[in-house]
């Protein structure tokens, strides 16, 4: 069938449309065996589309032509029944969410061996000991990890260890990984992706790695293919596509993903506030309230959650969520907050907030003290104000926009009238980006991009001082999210704003922030002007972290 | 809108609703009019459906039945959406507080006594009535709406929406008031229309064994009642009761079926 | 589990007590003097006073409600005023009709729905799927009293297969008397058969869209090994709590179908006992019922324990 010996997989012409709307539109490229193909794209591109084009395991209703080519078979004329049979054993897959691709009522050991007893004739005693041996392969040695383990007694990163296993229990030539780290922690990620390169170099695998992650492509892939909008608009091998892309949309991409460090003027002024010292830079605070008055000064903050009971009668547990963190952020200042998922950054924004009771320590913002939600002031919450992370979640769906914006009004000690409130609400749409007329649309007209920017309206029409960026641009694709940084930095500048940026991703704070602590645990572990924390990291969590991070390095 | 489940349904409803609305000002017959010599007739001209073993038109009876049937089904919904809605959106705002637990642990226990045990330990008080069947239903109605209530509120409250009007500094009444409620109208509507359907065929289950409305009030779970003994002599009699109930609670089921689909934005985006 | 289990029967400990409270309340205290309620407008002062006597009334309430509890406790229901003989004997060769009738009714349901169930969510959108689901909607709406009455004139009056009515003692054997149970049972089951069948299919169709379920397909089960595989035990969380609560209705729909067969059941006690202002009798029927829809409670609560490993660990 194929002239090419060396090519695995061919996909030739692939057009795919779902209940009639198009999907695909004429998808093309090869993968050549033992090779590793990047499918690069931003939401909405078709990458993970093609993934189930290629399984042939497509949602209903979707009409596909052209043809898929896999070492001799031809996938888009093949049996449903001749499918199943390659599909685990010849082709492996790994999906993005970790979290729910296991049955959470089965064991490791039976989800692992059911793909081995489906596609070898083997007895369970043979099929349980391949199962032992890949999970060890994965990194799952079965001493801590025994096969009758639950998914949920796992971590996010030990249960993409097991979906792996799954994939490659029975030695596949082909494995895709649809965004196979997107879901999980920098450090995690660092590990599951040396884990696929090490098997495909070790079992000559041909991997598709589909991602939107530039870093992430540019440290594994021979080749990469650049999709938008259903169409493949660049292949190629990987160097030359980087160094010189030929697509307008391919180097758009390149360009927003390459976040580079804005120079900003220093803002602190503070002797105390100097990198890595900061053990009594409280104590100072009140003396020399006269030179240096911190926006936001927060010191020895301990938050904790109530356990459930261990037993029936025992007193209930407690976890400490934040413990004893101290930091000031001063006007004007973009300060960082970074760590992996469970170090305790969302606990810190919603006790910031007020949302949540405080165990100890003081808030104080402008020096006015804020403890729990109820006594917050209003004259505090006009000062702080918030973006959250998902563009979808954060707004009422059966409000209008105008409403949507105008809802931190509330806090103010008056009622504005109708005139006022359209006022401000026009004002800070249109400083945002967006179309005074866009107040009468319901949210789910915008794109999430524009979302964002309504909840940066939002955040700023009670004129605060402060706002905090609790992972407020990590939904967003690369493109979007550049666009959006960039109106982070001229609203900081028009209005002499204050940031508290709290992101997971290591590249966006030291692009947009002038100092950065990192968090483990619930506590700072280091802090420091963002250059210098970055260029030479002290703490042995940091430079994990820092090391961990995929850079976009092609040299 | 899945029209092929919401005309029909509608349909089936407005048939009924409007004959019960007529039977306030018009019935063919008089339904106290007793006419022995009459009796037990099958269809005819006169008597569209027959009469029944006190030669009473069996038409006239279903029109003023479907108004007990209706009304005490929608009054029981009202009731268990008054107190169930209010006592759910509490509970989620107070999430895992005493007033919760207490909330939510009153419910088990109503969940305990099923409507007719509710409706038996009122009737054995107080006596067989229609109010007695209205506020057994309604009682039974109460934790259905306050446990859907509650789990839609909780999930909706830790949607980022609720945080921000935290932050504009909304208390937790004003917020379930304001953004709450109006995210659960969908979900209520479609429940309301599966305990009204619900609420007819409890009615009538009621009135069959005694423990509904009264005579003279026409029901039709009495009518069936009637018509158990004389069932080899003129099945008509329970056909036409049996079937009223039927229609009513099918017509019931498509128009929720359909509102459901219509309403659910997950599934109307997906169209 | 060990602590799970305990925390569950805790619970159902409490809602015993706290709903024998309100039983007692409602049926005793509501009504003034049992003694005089049960006698009549038309009672003489002395034969009230004899009766209050007898009945122990001349104690507190608060007396009478705990003699009351530890009686059934033990097994002692007390007397039957009309009949002057315990209660427990009475309700005891009841109860041996009414339990296993609703347990054949929800054997039959779940019989019935589990397959159709199954079936319609495999066949989504093809005709098998709305010929079921046309079926389903139509048995929701058919009140299970109608219904009966209908089998009784096909099966009964017309074709004679089955007796219309009356109950053959478990002495005459097993399956003549499940013969004489099969028409109540099947009018109670069918329409509970068709809200679980519903139930079944939406649950599964639900699960059928989970990232897990793609995995599975992934590793190369076909459309049909991953639904029976992987769907149907995810499925069967909600679908146990709709077993449960219908056997509630079950235990309520069984007194309404006893009256239609003539079943010497629980529910023509209970009926024959308010008719008789008989509250003793009435009172200790309802605690049976409620007593027998908490033990259901509890063993669904076991189940899903079953069912779902992340319950056995105490994480949800």
């Known amino acids: ?555 | 809108m899945n029209w092929r489940s919401v005309v029909p349904g509608a349909f089936l409803l407005v048939v009924v609703i409007v004959g019960a609305l007529c039977s306030f000002i018009w019935t063919p017959f008089d339904v106290a009019g007793l006419d022995i010599r009459n009796k037990m007739q099958t269809s005819s001209a006169i008597h569209w459906l027959g009469t029944d073993h006190l030669g009473r038109d069996i038409l006239s009876m279903l029109m003023v039945g479907a108004r007990t049937s209706l009304a005490v089904a929608l009054v029981a919904v009202f009731i268990g959406m008054g107190v169930g809605v209010p006592l759910g959106l509490f509970a989620a705002a107070r999430r895992n507080s005493w007033v919760d637990e207490l909330i939510m642990r009153g419910n088990d226990l109503v969940f305990a006594f099923p409507a007719l045990l509710i409706a038996i330990m009122i009737t054995a008080v107080f006596g067989p009535s229609a109010i007695n069947a209205i506020i057994a239903i309604g009682i039974f109605n109460i934790p259905v709406f306050a446990r859907l209530t509650r789990g839609a509120a909780m999930s909706l409250w830790t949607r980022e929406f609720i945080m921000a009007a935290r932050v504009a500094g909304k208390g937790e009444l004003r917020i379930s008031y304001e953004h709450v409620l109006p995210n659960l109208t969908n979900l209520l509507i479609v429940q309301g229309t599966i305990q009204f359907s619900l609420g007819i065929l409890a009615e009538a289950g009621l009135s069959y064994i005694g423990l509904g409305a009264q005579p003279p009030i026409p029901s039709w779970g009495r009518m069936l009642a009637e018509s158990q003994t004389l069932i080899t002599l003129a099945p008509h009699l329970a056909l036409y009761p049996g079937l009223a109930i039927v229609f009513t609670v099918l017509g019931l089921n498509l128009l929720g079926d359909g509102l459901r689909d219509w309403l659910d934005p997950r599934l109307r985006r997906e169209r | 589990m060990f602590r799970y289990i305990i925390r569950r029967l805790g619970s159902l400990l409490a809602t015993l007590v706290v709903a024998s409270l309100i039983v007692f309340i409602v049926i005793e205290v509501v009504p003034g003097d049992p003694a005089s309620f049960m006698l009549g407008l038309n009672a003489q002062p002395d034969t009230i006073a004899a009766l209050r006597a007898e009945l122990g009334l001349d104690v507190s309430k608060v007396q009478r409600y705990l003699s009351w509890v530890f009686g059934m406790v033990q097994g002692d229901f007390g007397q039957s005023y009309t009949y002057r003989t315990p209660v427990a004997d009475m309700v005891g060769d009841r109860l041996w009709i009414s339990l296993p009738l609703a347990l054949y009714a929800l054997a039959l349901s779940t019989l019935i729905a589990f397959p159709a169930g199954i079936w319609a969510a495999s066949r989504r959108g093809r005709f098998a799927d709305s010929a079921v689901m046309g079926f389903t909607q139509l048995g929701i709406a058919v009140p299970n009293f109608w219904f009966a009455l209908i089998l009784v004139l096909v099966f009964a009056v017309n074709l004679g297969w089955f007796s219309a009515g009356g109950f053959v003692s478990w002495d005459a054997g097993f399956f003549a008397s499940m013969k004489s149970l099969t028409l109540p049972a099947v009018a109670l089951a069918l329409p509970q058969a068709a809200i679980l069948t519903r139930v079944m299919r939406s649950s599964l169709l639900d699960v059928m869209g989970e990232d897990y379920m793609r995995t599975a397909r992934a590793k190369g089960l076909s459309e049909r090994q991953a639904l029976l595989r992987h769907a149907l035990r995810n499925a069967l969380i909600p679908v146990l709590t709709i077993i449960g609560l219908q056997f509630s209705f079950l235990i309520a729909g069984a007194i309404i179908i006893e009256n239609v067969f003539f079943l010497p059941g629980l529910g023509r006690l209970i009926f024959q006992s308010i008719a008789q202002r008989d509250l003793i009798v009435v009172e200790s029927v309802i605690m049976l019922l409620v007593f027998a829809v908490v033990i259901v409670t509890f063993l669904v609560d076991i189940a899903y324990a079953w069912v779902d490993p992340r319950l056995r660990h105490g994480v949800r």
Do not use: W
């Open chain 1, 1 to 555: 069938m194929s002239d090419n010996t060396e090519s695995l997989l061919r996909l030739e012409g692939v057009n795919l449309a779902i209940h009639g709307k198009p999907i695909l539109n004429d998808v093309s490229f090869e993968l050549k065996a033992g090779q590793t193909l990047g499918i690069i794209g931003e939401s909405g591109s078709g990458k993970s589309m093609t993934a189930l084009a290629i399984m042939q395991l497509l949602p209903r209703g979707s009409t596909v032509s052209g043809s898929i080519h896999f070492a001799g078979h031809a996938l888009h004329e093949l049996a449903e029944s001749a499918l199943c049979e390659l599909r685990g054993s010849d082709i492996g897959m790994v999906f993005q969410e970790p979290m729910t691709a296991l049955n959470p009522v089965k064991t490791i050991g039976d989800q692992v061996s059911e793909s081995v007893r489906l596609h070898r004739r083997v007895s369970r005693r043979e099929a349980d000991l391949i199962t032992l041996k890949t999970l060890e392969r994965v990194g799952l040695p079965n001493e801590q990890f025994p096969l009758s383990r639950y998914p949920h007694e796992l971590s996010g990163g030990q249960r993409q260890r097991v979906v792996i296993a799954i994939a490659v229990a029975c030695k596949p030539r082909l494995l895709i990984a649809d965004e196979p780290t997107t879901a999980l922690d920098v450090t995690t990620q660092a590990g599951i992706l040396a884990l696929l390169k090490e098997l495909q170099a070790q079992e000559q695998l041909g991997l598709i790695l589909i991602t939107h992650d530039l870093a992430v492509v540019s440290s594994m892939a021979d080749d990469i293919v650049v999709m938008n909008k259903g169409g493949v608009v660049e292949q190629g091998e990987l160097l030359q596509v980087f160094k010189a892309p030929a697509d307008d949309y391919t180097r758009m991409l390149f360009a927003a993903s390459a976040l580079t460090q804005v120079k900003r003027k220093p803002i602190i002024r503070d002797a105390n506030a100097n990198a890595n010292a900061n053990a009594n830079a409280n104590a100072n605070i009140n003396t020399q309230a006269d030179i240096v008055h911190p926006l936001l000064s927060v010191s020895d903050l301990v938050c904790e959650y109530v356990l459930p009971r261990k037993r029936l009668f025992s007193s209930p547990g407690s976890f400490r969520a934040i413990d004893k963190v101290s930091f000031e952020v001063h006007a004007g200042e973009s300060m960082g907050l970074v760590g992996e998922s469970g170090c305790g950054k969302s606990t810190l924004t919603r006790a910031l907030l007020g949302l949540m009771s405080l165990h100890s320590g003081t808030i104080t913002l402008a020096g006015e003290s804020v403890t729990a939600m109820r006594q917050v002031s209003s004259s505090a919450r006009q000062l702080m104000q918030v973006v959250f992370q998902d563009p979808y979640g954060s707004f009422n769906p059966r409000h209008k926009v105008g409403r949507l914006v105008s809802e931190p009004l509330h806090v103010l000690d008056y009622k504005p009238g109708r005139a006022e409130v359209l006022r401000r609400v026009t004002d800070v749409l249109s400083s945002v980006g967006m179309r005074p007329d866009d107040c009468d649309k319901y949210i789910h007209e915008f794109s999430g991009g524009q979302r964002q920017r309504i909840a940066i309206a939002r955040s700023l029409i009670v004129g605060p001082k402060i706002v905090i960026l609790d992972e407020a641009v990590s939904a967003l694709d690369v493109s979007v999210r550049a666009q959006v940084l960039e109106l982070l930095d001229t609203l900081a500048e028009e209005q002499g704003l204050a940031y508290l940026f709290i992101s997971h991703d290591l590249s966006v704070v030291q692009r947009v922030t002038d100092r950065v602590m990192v968090m483990r645990d619930g506590q700072i572990v280091e802090r420091g002007y963002t250059a210098d924390v970055f260029a030479d990291p002290q703490h042995a969590y940091t430079q994990a972290l820092i090391s961990a991070a995929p850079v976009l390095n092609l040299d």
